[in-house]
Structure formats: C-alpha cells, structure tokens
C-alpha cells in the first residue's frame, strides 16, 4: 500500500495530474467531495467544512479554540482515509500529515504567474480575473498550511518531487509520478504504519472532543489524551470535581472508535480561600 499526496497551485493542472496518476494506478483519488464523505460518516462534517482550504478569521483565531477543534477532526478524516489502502489525496496538508512514512510519495506542482494565467485564459477568464483568482487562491492555501502546521506550503523542501509545469505537459508530469512511485524508493505500507494510522486518528477525534467540550460545554480542565493501543484511550489531567471527571469519561465514550478508557484524572479541590 502507497499514498501519494499532491499540492498544487492554481492554474497548474495539478488536479488533473493528481486525477490521471490515480487512475493509471487504479488508486483511490481523495479531493474535497471525498473527504467530506468520510467526515460525514465520522460525525464531523461541518467542522470539516469550516476549513475547506480557508483559514479562520484572526478574530477567531485569537479568541475561540474553534480552528483548532476543527483541524483536529480533518487531521482524523485524513488518517481514517489513509487506512483504507493505495492512495492519491488532493492537498489538505496530506503532505505534511503523512511526510514520516515512507510508503507515502509527497509532489508539489507549480509553475509561473504567466503560465498560470494562460492556463486560466484557456479555460475563459479574463486576464484580470485570472490573476486575482489565483493570487486569493495562493493566500488562502498559503494561510491554511500556516495556520495548521506553522510552515512554508511552497517549501520544496517537503516534498519529494517538484514539478514545475512552465515545460511540462500533463502526461509528461503523470509519467515522471508513476516512474517515481514505482521505484523501490517509495516502499509498500507495514501492518505497523496502519496500527499507527489508525491511533493517529482515534487520538485526534478524542483530543478535539475534549477541547469542543471546553468551548460549547462550559468543561474547564487540564486535560490531555492518548491512545496506547488500537481503540483504548488513557485521559489525565486534573478537575475540581468528581463530576468532572465522569463527564470528561462520557465525552470520550461518545467518539467513534473509542472501546475502552483508562481514566487516570485526578480530583483536586480548588482551594478556599482565607477568611
């Protein structure tokens, strides 16, 4: 089992590769329809939606812990996808989040403004409207990966093939990606890096739990979670009340994929103050 996962900028052809690569490898080809499906099944839908490749309003940023519920649940969106075999995924940091496996090939597809924008013309827009379409575009994509992994998206360093289409043709490009995750350098999934898989996930639906629990519920508390074996989770952490702690067990009951729970939470009073 192999993952490709593919960047792009506008007026590329990056889709088109990413599309074509898929189908010559009779893979599964992961865009926006596709992962809205599997966050559909997971419950988490519309916090899937408020990224959508836009970067949440600074407002938002600074005063809700929003943003971050949400990327947590596209981070486990992202990993469920993964698990279920040979892969080719559509942006989304899909590069970022599998960059430390290496069945995983990472490609970044760009080219010049001007032939960005030729590309646009050729599909009718006008020069003007090319240009600021993929100048919003490129903000937008550029914030999101900021945002969410603190890094350059257009870093060629993250990637393992860079195409840059000012001399490229799209089968050029589809037959440069083949020859590439083709070769012993992109090395088949292990039974481990699936088990791996599947605990990122698990951990990154508990983790946005608790934290959603702290913004909608009014749950205030130190807590972290982790997942020490496929389906088992262990919370710790302190609270002020035994209810609390029942409460932050209940949460995570209701994330799918969790079977059993280690609660190591400790009560702690808050302390009175002196009369």
């Not at 865009?31 to 949440?56: H, N």
């Not at 001007?114 to 599909?123: K, V």
């Not at 481990?192 to 698990?202: D, K, N, S």
Request: glycine fraction near 6%; aromatic fraction near 6%; proline fraction near 4%.
């Amino acid at each position: 089992m192999k993952w490709i996962t593919v960047s792009r900028k506008m007026g590329t052809h990056g889709s088109d590769i990413a599309k074509w690569v898929a189908n010559d490898l009779v893979y599964r080809f992961y865009d926006t329809e596709a992962i809205s499906q599997m966050a559909q099944e997971l419950g988490v839908l519309e916090s899937v939606r408020e990224i959508d490749e836009k970067t949440p309003s600074l407002f938002h940023r600074i005063f809700s812990h929003r943003p971050i519920v949400y990327l947590e649940r596209l981070y486990s969106v992202l990993y469920e996808l993964a698990k279920q075999g040979d892969a080719v995924f559509l942006g989304r940091g899909s590069h970022l989040l599998l960059r430390d496996f290496p069945c995983a090939l990472h490609v970044w597809v760009t080219a010049s403004p001007e032939t960005r924008i030729r590309t646009l013309l050729d599909q009718g827009w006008t020069r003007e409207a090319a240009a600021r379409a993929i100048k919003r575009s490129d903000d937008e994509r550029s914030a999101v990966v900021k945002f969410a992994f603190g890094v350059d998206w257009e870093d060629p360093a993250r990637y393992d093939v860079v195409l840059n289409m000012d001399k490229l043709s799209v089968p050029v490009a589809v037959s440069t990606v083949l020859h590439v995750v083709r070769s012993p350098a992109i090395s088949d999934a292990s039974a481990e890096a699936l088990r791996t898989l599947g605990m990122l996930a698990l951990a990154r639906r508990a983790e946005a739990a608790l934290l959603d629990a702290t913004v909608g519920q009014g749950f205030s508390a130190s807590l972290s979670v982790a997942v020490v074996e496929p389906g088992m989770v262990r919370v710790s952490g302190d609270v002020e009340t035994p209810e609390r702690r029942a409460q932050a067990e209940n949460i995570l009951r209701s994330v799918k994929g969790v079977e059993n729970i280690e609660n190591t939470i400790r009560v702690i009073p808050p302390r009175r103050a002196d009369v």
